[in-house]
């Protein structure tokens, strides 16, 4: 691992404790990601790790296309939620880093997708947080896309490909997994952060206005 790798996932680490201070990462909930300076090929969380002591030796170094497993350490293995982030990598052309987590606003919001359509676009609310996203526009009128829950996750990634390719010029960093949880992406660690916690804010308007 070089030494820009290396301090990029001691930065998840660091997050990652902030996010479970915050409830936002319980037990092993959520993955965070970050782009591998190797290219075609970003960091991980692995599969089963408690979020509240993760440690650097707590990731894993997948390829972006066909998720084989290039770097591991003690036998960890890729979380199933690595092909998310990895539709989002070669979709989001900006997307150098990834964080997923689940908020109980996130989990509270109901939009009743269906196997069937895989997908919703669903307004949101023009509040002044938007801006956090890069909008600076006056009141916008944005749709955020909701994603069915599959059981096999595999199926999440693929309906959020087909989104990307029918919605190319889709303007938030971020979707929401119904009954699950968001998925924010930034150019740098720092951009997802400020993304996942303007989303936060957001999903908690939506709850409390409904």
Do not use: C
């Amino acid at each position: 691992m070089d030494e820009k790798d290396q301090s990029s996932i001691r930065e998840l680490v660091r997050l990652s404790k902030i996010y479970y201070d915050r409830q936002w990462m319980f037990a092993t909930a959520g993955n965070l990601s970050v782009k591998s300076n190797l290219e075609n090929s970003f960091w991980i969380t692995a599969s089963g790790k408690h979020k509240g002591h993760l440690t650097e030796d707590d990731f894993v170094r997948t390829s972006i296309f066909g998720l084989e497993l290039l770097e591991s350490s003690q036998g960890n293995k890729a979380s199933a939620e690595t092909s998310i982030h990895a539709s989002i990598y070669r979709f989001q052309k900006k997307a150098n880093a990834a964080l997923h987590v689940h908020t109980l606003d996130s989990n509270l919001l109901s939009f009743h997708t269906t196997q069937t359509e895989r997908f919703k676009l669903v307004p949101i609310p023009p509040i002044e947080i938007i801006k956090a996203f890069g909008i600076w526009e006056e009141r916008p009128n944005l749709q955020m896309a909701v994603f069915y829950n599959f059981g096999n996750v595999k199926q999440i990634a693929e309906s959020i490909e087909r989104f990307f390719e029918t919605h190319p010029d889709y303007p938030l960093p971020f979707v929401l997994v119904e009954e699950h949880g968001p998925t924010v992406w930034g150019n740098s660690i720092q951009d997802a952060n400020r993304h996942l916690e303007a989303v936060s804010f957001l999903f908690q308007v939506m709850t409390r206005s409904k």
